[in-house]
Structures are given as structure tokens and as C-alpha cells.
């Protein structure tokens, strides 16, 4: 049984940064390691509780991803299991849940791109009839899936939430031509995952994107199309007007609104019947997705 991981202590390596989920270490001027912890945050906070197997689906998921997406743009993995020497004395916590990855210059915009009207975007669109600046047709149903897929970016906040912004504000932010690119590599990327996931039985609702540059070549980065940076629902149960089961965190958040949290920290522990909920369909979407078991 693999043991679960809330927090990494590499004393001997440089640490880059924690993230949420994210333990991010320098091993060079030009490399990084990337730790997915099981760490999981709702609501913008990390609960004290965490999903055993989490780390490990976020870091598999997204090395399936970047070699079957490869061709469409490069990718910041390097490995994912023989590491340099140094990091041989952290085998037992770095085991299936690491990437050596390059560094790059992180674009600072989330590249959203939805297929369904779900979360923001369906909010958005109930208020205006539009998703970041998009006009979408009218009497759309909550979870619609949309005539085609559109790109919706966000902010990449530092802290507190990301804001869906315009196509022309990234255009203002970063330069027309880089704009197109990301547009453009962003609906390709979901398009072909899309088509992957609905063969086995897994709607991609929506997911986020992060792109940097490396010697001015656009760079894949961060994770690939998990169950955190995507809406992933089972295909045999999707019924438009309504919000949808899926796999991610929706365990979570049920147990969270239902026991009334006011979503501000400290978050309350999770009960282990939500804690199993959340790391079956975790694994769930892992298997489906690969077509094989996560161990």
C-alpha cells in the first residue's frame, strides 16, 4: 500500500514553492520537481484531511496526457520515474507522484475551454447570456453542451479566486499573436482529449490549461486534464438542467455545504466515508481514462 503524502520536507533540495496540492522544488538553474501531495482544497482552502491516492491520479493522469497529446505541443516533462541520483532517498514519497520537469516562463493566464455550460461559465451566461465576452444561444440549459467548444480564459491569481476575462483583455496582456496560439493549441488539446474521454465513457465538461514559454517556444505545463483541472462526468448519467455527479471533489463539496462551513479556514476534517467516496472516483477516472488500474 502506498503511503499518503500531505506535505514533502526535501531538506537536501531547494524549495521553489507549495502550492495547494504542490510541492515544487530546484534541482537546477533549469529544472524543477514536482511533488503531487494528497492535499486537497475546496472552496479556495486546504482541508486538514487528506485523499490517499490523490497526488499519485493527478501525477499519472497528467503523464498519460502529456505523451498522448504530444504531437499537438511540447510539454515541460522530462521523467516521471528515474530520477537523477539526489532524489533516490526520497523514493518512498516521491514514487508515482513526481515529475522532472523544465523550467519555463509561466504564461499568466488560465486557458479554460469549455464544452458544457457548467460552474462560472453557466453563472455567467445566466446573468448575461455570454461567457467571457462569447454570445452563446439563447434558452441554454444548466450542463448544455455548447455547439462548440469555447475559450474561456481567466486570471492567474496570485491569491483569492481567478476572474474570467475577454479574449481581447489576454490580447492586451500578452500580445495578439501569443493570444491566437494559446487559443488555438487550447481547443485542439480539448477537442482530442474530449474525444479520448467519450470512447470510455467520460464527458469532458470543461479544463484549464497552463502554458509557458522556453526560448520563446510555447511549453505545455503544470498538470494535464486530472480530476482538480477538469469537469470529468460519467457519460451514462449526463442529463442537461441540472448540475452533474462527477469525478472530482464532488463528495467533497456535498459534505462541505451540507454541514453549513462558511468556507473559511480552518476547514473541518472529512468523515471516512467522504474521504473513500472521493478516492474511488479519483481512481475511477484514472482507470477509465488509461484503460488500466492505477496500480
Given at each position: 500500500?502506498?503511503?499518503?503524502?500531505?506535505?514533502?520536507?526535501?531538506?537536501?533540495?531547494?524549495?521553489?514553492g507549495?502550492?495547494?496540492?504542490?510541492d515544487?522544488?530546484e534541482?537546477?538553474?533549469?529544472?524543477?520537481?514536482?511533488?503531487?501531495?494528497?492535499?486537497?482544497?475546496?472552496?479556495?482552502?486546504?482541508?486538514?484531511?487528506?485523499?490517499?491516492?490523490?497526488?499519485?491520479?493527478l501525477?499519472q493522469?497528467?503523464?498519460?496526457?502529456?505523451?498522448?497529446l504530444?504531437?499537438?505541443?511540447?510539454?515541460?516533462?522530462?521523467?516521471?520515474?528515474?530520477?537523477p541520483t539526489?532524489?533516490?532517498?526520497?523514493d518512498?514519497?516521491?514514487?508515482?507522484?513526481?515529475?522532472?520537469?523544465?523550467?519555463?516562463?509561466?504564461?499568466?493566464i488560465?486557458?479554460?475551454?469549455?464544452?458544457?455550460?457548467?460552474?462560472?461559465?453557466?453563472?455567467?451566461?445566466?446573468?448575461?447570456?455570454?461567457?467571457?465576452?462569447?454570445?452563446?444561444?439563447?434558452?441554454?440549459?444548466?450542463?448544455?453542451r455548447l455547439?462548440e467548444?469555447?475559450?474561456t480564459?481567466?486570471?492567474?491569481?496570485?491569491?483569492?479566486h481567478?476572474?474570467?476575462?475577454?479574449?481581447?483583455?489576454?490580447?492586451?496582456?500578452?500580445?495578439?499573436?501569443?493570444?491566437?496560439?494559446?487559443?488555438?493549441?487550447?481547443?485542439?488539446?480539448?477537442?482530442?482529449?474530449?474525444?479520448?474521454?467519450?470512447?470510455?465513457?467520460?464527458i469532458?465538461?470543461?479544463?484549464k490549461?497552463?502554458?509557458?514559454?522556453?526560448n520563446?517556444?510555447?511549453?505545455?505545463?503544470?498538470?494535464?486534464?486530472?480530476?482538480?483541472?477538469?469537469?470529468?462526468?460519467?457519460?451514462?448519467?449526463?442529463?442537461?438542467?441540472?448540475?452533474?455527479?462527477?469525478?472530482?471533489?464532488?463528495?467533497?463539496r456535498?459534505?462541505?455545504?451540507?454541514?453549513?462551513?462558511?468556507?473559511?479556514?480552518?476547514?473541518?476534517?472529512?468523515?471516512?466515508?467522504?474521504?473513500?467516496?472521493t478516492?474511488?472516483?479519483y481512481?475511477?477516472?484514472y482507470?477509465?481514462?488509461?484503460?488500466?488500474?492505477?496500480?
Open positions: 500500500m502506498q503511503a499518503v503524502v500531505s506535505q514533502t520536507n526535501f531538506s537536501a533540495l531547494k524549495l521553489h507549495r502550492g495547494k496540492v504542490r515544487i522544488y534541482l537546477q538553474d533549469d529544472l524543477l520537481l514536482i511533488v503531487a501531495t494528497d492535499r486537497l482544497s475546496a472552496f479556495d482552502v486546504v482541508l486538514p484531511t487528506p485523499i490517499p491516492d490523490k497526488g499519485r491520479v501525477t493522469l497528467s503523464v498519460f496526457w502529456f505523451n498522448y504530444n504531437d499537438i505541443v511540447k510539454n515541460h516533462l522530462i521523467a516521471s520515474k528515474h530520477f539526489i532524489l533516490e532517498r526520497f518512498s514519497e516521491i514514487r508515482g507522484r513526481a515529475m522532472l520537469v523544465r523550467r519555463t516562463e509561466p504564461i499568466p488560465e486557458c479554460v475551454v469549455r464544452g458544457y455550460l457548467s460552474g462560472s461559465g453557466w453563472k455567467e451566461y445566466q446573468k448575461s447570456g455570454s461567457v467571457c465576452g462569447i454570445h452563446l444561444p439563447a434558452g441554454l440549459l444548466e450542463s448544455d455547439p467548444p469555447v475559450f480564459p481567466s486570471t492567474k491569481a496570485t491569491s483569492g481567478d476572474e474570467n476575462i475577454a479574449f481581447d483583455e489576454v490580447v492586451s496582456r500578452i500580445g495578439g499573436p501569443l493570444a491566437e496560439r494559446l487559443r488555438e493549441v487550447s481547443l485542439k488539446l480539448y477537442r482530442l482529449a474530449a474525444e479520448h474521454a467519450s470512447a470510455r465513457g467520460i469532458v465538461a470543461d479544463t490549461f497552463e502554458f509557458g514559454l522556453l520563446g517556444e510555447l511549453v505545455w505545463i503544470d498538470e494535464a486534464l486530472t480530476p482538480d483541472s477538469s469537469r470529468f462526468w460519467p457519460a451514462d448519467k449526463y442529463l442537461p438542467g441540472q448540475a452533474q455527479p462527477s469525478f472530482d471533489k464532488q463528495y467533497v456535498d459534505y462541505l455545504e451540507q454541514i453549513g462551513w462558511n468556507k473559511q479556514p480552518p476547514a473541518p476534517a472529512l468523515p471516512p466515508e467522504v474521504v473513500i467516496g478516492q474511488q472516483k481512481r475511477e477516472a482507470q477509465r481514462i488509461t484503460g488500466h488500474a492505477l496500480d
